[in-house]
């Protein structure tokens, strides 16, 4: 077991820089995208399913401002700034009052192209200090500055982005002032009339009113909601402070070229309240002009009339432009809206989403309910039923859908994502036969999401309804977290938007992706190739994708291994911690320490981590490994950990591997979703073969053997002793045979194992061997002997053939022969009576010289003179009938009667026939 030293990082990037120009620009000039208020960016061609994933996706740039972001940021393609030619911009809007305009997409020009900061001169930024009546005191909706808060609106026609600014007069008489602001979008610059001082009053016997004159309050007022620019009129709205009253719901329309108030709406002109927030989404609007919007906690109706249209809290509004004013031409309102007025649970906490290509328009409630309505009539009131086209109960808890509503149809479905605080995140599929929201089928992801007061804020993306491009992003505040009134933490993340139990990438994945501070109610924007995230850390963040050098490239080994635990609760078994599912969850008892193990069943290198805890987390942990499951040895220490998501690079080798929790981080034990281990296979070094030997070995072939060691792939090297290069083969045996060899020549050969294809070892030491010497005569050989036969052509295809007297026919016979459709014919053990044969090669159309099998036999006389001596012939055996001897020189006595096909005696041979023996001569 090797054991290293924990690195810091898994991953060496290099960022992708510069401007992407191969494909067409998209703007998003509103919040979240459409006056629908989809979220959906259908004209997405580069970010899909493949590549939004940690290799290939993540932080390419960010931009510092000046203090918090709580409008979402917004992309204008092609504007000419002065100077600079055509670019894109992304507009970013601060709590100090200030925008800015940067390149949207290079990540090399960090300056600002114009930077405007729009508090007048002797005023400064109002402050959560300054609401001394909110939340008794005690406020904190917002942590510091409270300048711009409302998404702003951009005109692509004229090039001009609409937004409100808050200030104050710096003096003992303070004068709280929001400005209605007009700038150019290619220099910051103010338009004509602007900008101007906001101020309203309609009549009415409010709470607040003076001689039956309601007057807008600055300084209670929250523009929180987006703007709309609908048919030339800007629209604005305001709620409260934490219900710092008096207030009213408000909405006001400005001539977008003159600046000129041209509508007044207050939507509780004889009560109070009634503040139109909807956790920052702008108010929607139809193609016939008409605003829909959502109301919060206030007065409902008049003189006991809850269904008059004077006071409208509480609901779902569809208003239409009449004169100076906005008109409710239908309208809903909760039965219980009584309950939700006194229990903190009121409506108007969700946007309003437009569901394309119908009559249905759905919002929210935190009591957890979603209300599907009939846009033509939503309903109205009543106190025994709500009569609407459909309820869906996401969860019974305070403070949720504090959170958007987005879109997206596909090829062959349509979805609308919901993803509030204390409920999972749904797709519910869109029925359109039914005309409503197919919750039987919902999908619905595991990953667990808020708890507290804030839920998530999404939007999607995707090339037409091509659905493998589709993907949900969701920006949502950490580790389960509350950010309702405290700054959290915050992450992105990214879901298949077919499919969101299939998360594809989030930004807790590798630590420079980390965004920093959650940016509550703020949906991502996606536009060309990017993600652009505010957060309240004073940047904005950009996604996109980048080139990386994956140094963990591994699956998860541990995926459906046997697990065990110290302990496990009924219900909470040790397997669902690697089963894949964030659905199923191991549990503990509740004591210290704990711990779970996998039997990953084999030794792996380990190069990462990954445990998704669920609120019982590990505060002080250790990862360790094993051989045997007895001993251990630690390869990571991790103290005060607070993360329900953490990615551990580090190295170590091991069977199993262990969460060791040494200190629950909660008064429960330990419970982890998933548990994941990523590394390669364990490899010892590659051995080198040995026992290196040679067999078969003829004038042109021979049969090379090693002892592999281990290994069953092979690299097999040869060459001649006078060449310099080798001649390298593959064996998949620990034997292979050689063929066209040199005659009569010394070769080296040597082997490498291969035990994968980045693992081979060193070479073995070369052994040598040398073939048999070349025939004098062509197809010569001794009788009972071997020989091999050479075609004298090449081709592609060969075919032996013999001649025994009758015509050439085919060679059959593999007792006797080798390599009958190779170039080279190997004859074994030939007997005499072949003497004569010929033999031809067959070579794709043509064929090889024939040659003719003649057997021969030298004598050498090494032993004495004696002809019956075998070791005294060439052949190691006496001449028969069927051989040619031959007798160069020396002296040969016959004490017998031979028989020979031929005789050839060398000038001054002494042959000597004792008397009584005959030698016969066939030929």
Known sequence: MTIYKHLPLHFYFIFVLGVLTAYSQTSVLTQHNDLYRTGWNNKETVLNEKNVNKNSFGEIFSRNVDDQIYAQPLVVSNVNISGKGSKNIVIVATVNNTLYAFDADSANVSSPYWQSNLTPSGSRVINNGDMTGACSGNYKDFSGNIGIVGTPVIDSVTNTIYLVARSVTIGPDSTFQQYFHALDLTTGLERPNSPLLITAQVAGTGSDNSGGIITFNSRKQNQRAGLLLLNGIVYITWASHCDWGPYHGWVLGYDKTSLQQKIVYNDTPNGNEGGIWMSGAAPSADDSGNVYLATSNGSVGTYNDPSNLVNRS?????????????????????????????????????????????????????????????????????????????????????????????????????????????????????????????????????????????????????????????????????????????????????????????????????????????????????????????????KLMVYGLRKLTDTCPSVNIALHKPVVASSQVSGLPASAACDSSMCTRWGSNYSDPQWIYVDLGATYDLCEVVIKWETALARDFKIQVSGDAVNWTTIDYITGNVSHDNYLPLQGSGRYVRVYGIASGTSYGYSIWEFQVYGQLHRVPCAIPSNLAVSDIYSNIATLHWDGNGANKFNVQYKTIGDSSWMTLQADTNFINLSGLFCDSVYSFRVQAICDVADTGNYSSATQFSTLACPTTAGEVCPGGSTVITSDLSGSSYKWQVNTGSGFADITDTINYNGINSSNLVLDSVPSKWYGYKYRCLVDSGHCKSVVLKFSNTWTGNVDSSWENPANWSCGKLPDANTDVIINAGKVIVNSSPNVRSLTLGAGVNFILKPNFTFTINH
Request: proline share 4%; with cysteine.
């Open 314 to 538: 509480e609901s779902a509004l569809k208003l239409t432009p009449s004169g100076d004013s906005l008109t409710v031409k239908t309208f809903f309102t909760p039965k219980n809206y009584k309950t939700l007025e006194a229990y903190d649970k009121d409506f108007g906490v969700a946007g309003m989403l437009l569901i394309p290509n119908t009559n249905r328009v759905l919002t929210g409630s935190k009591d957890g309910n979603l209300y599907l309505l009939d846009r033509n009539n939503m309903g109205g009131y009543d106190s025994t039923a709500n009569h609407v086209a459909q309820t869906i109960t996401l969860g019974t808890n305070v403070w949720i859908l504090r959170s958007s509503l987005s879109y997206y149809k596909g090829e062959q479905k349509e979805f609308v994502y919901s993803w509030s605080e204390k409920a999972p995140l749904y797709a519910f599929p869109y029925d359109r036969t039914a005309d409503t929201l197919d919750v039987k089928n919902a999908i619905i992801s595991c990953v667990q999401g808020p708890q507290g007061g804030n839920g998530s804020f999404s939007s999607v993306s995707s090339n037409g309804s091509v659905d493998s491009t589709a993907i949900l992003w969701v920006n949502q505040a950490a580790n389960g977290a509350n950010a309702n009134q405290v700054v959290r933490h915050g992450v992105l993340r990214a879901f298949s938007a077919t499919n969101v139990t299939n998360e594809l990438w989030n930004s807790e994945q590798f630590p420079t992706d980390d965004p920093g501070n959650y940016a509550k109610f703020n949906c991502p924007t996606v536009a060309n190739g990017k993600v652009y995230l505010a957060t309240f850390s004073n």
